[in-house]
């Protein structure tokens, strides 16, 4: 297995030194250098790309910027001389933060979790007959996170990114991935969809109104295309 990667830097110095320690990653495959966005922008229109690492300030647009413009984004790791991005660059999911100069094995460290996200992403472990996966993971404050099924309350969409509410969680799990796709990897006969933004465990609800469910005391709205759904879990439709 092979991760394509393009690195992007203004520096030359820098950019080279990315390519080295690229080329002592066995399983990476280096598409193309790119001395800013733009030619990253015309390299992703021409050919597939797994992995970008990126530097963020560049002339003409930033990093982070860059990536705000991609609809259809690889995995990013993000390479500055800057600390003080790391939190927009969490907001933006990237896979890793690094901060020159890097040594080499922190680079490894974060090809590696690359590689196991794209592992995760790409590779379904299929379910024994009869049963259903009882785990998923997400990507989440630079780890990925087991979460397991049976633990969750509900799940609320917020417009790129879910929340994930736990049983014994102090807060909720943020991740950015649509619900429609967490949704596919929840047990239906143990979820229900009640709203376009809100799904919600079966078993962890107490009351039902026509135009709400209950969590205890949260109250969530059922929404006009679900309320034959919810009907059909109370009998009543």
Excluded at 11 to 23: G, K, V
């Amino acid at each position: 297995m092979h991760l394509r990667c393009i690195a992007v830097d203004d520096e030359p110095l820098a950019l080279d030194l990315l390519e080295d320690n690229i080329r002592q990653v066995p399983f990476l495959e280096l598409v193309a250098k790119c001395a800013d966005a733009f030619e990253a922008i015309k390299v992703l229109q021409e050919t597939t790309v797994d992995l970008i690492f990126l530097d963020i300030q560049m002339p003409g647009l930033t990093g982070l910027q860059f990536i705000q413009s991609l609809s259809h984004k690889p995995m990013i790791v993000l390479i500055t001389a800057y600390e003080k991005y790391a939190l927009e660059g969490f907001e933006l999911d990237v896979t890793d933060y690094l901060v020159k100069p890097v040594s080499l094995p922190r680079f490894i460290k974060a090809c590696n979790k690359a590689r196991e996200l794209y592992q995760l992403k790409n590779q379904q472990i299929p379910a024994a007959p009869g049963t259903t996966p009882e785990f998923f993971f997400v990507n989440s404050d630079y780890s990925l996170l087991k979460i397991n099924i049976a633990d969750i309350i509900w799940i609320e969409a917020l417009k790129d990114y879910i929340r994930i509410h736990l049983t014994g969680a102090a807060k909720p799990v943020v991740t950015r991935m649509p619900l429609k796709q967490v949704e596919e990897q929840l047990p239906p006969a143990r979820f229900i969809r009640i709203h376009k933004s809100y799904i919600i465990a079966v078993a962890h609800i107490t009351a039902i109104r026509k135009n709400s469910v209950f969590i205890g005391t949260m109250e969530l709205p059922v929404g006009d295309n679900y309320r034959e759904t919810v009907a059909a879990l109370t009998g009543t439709r």
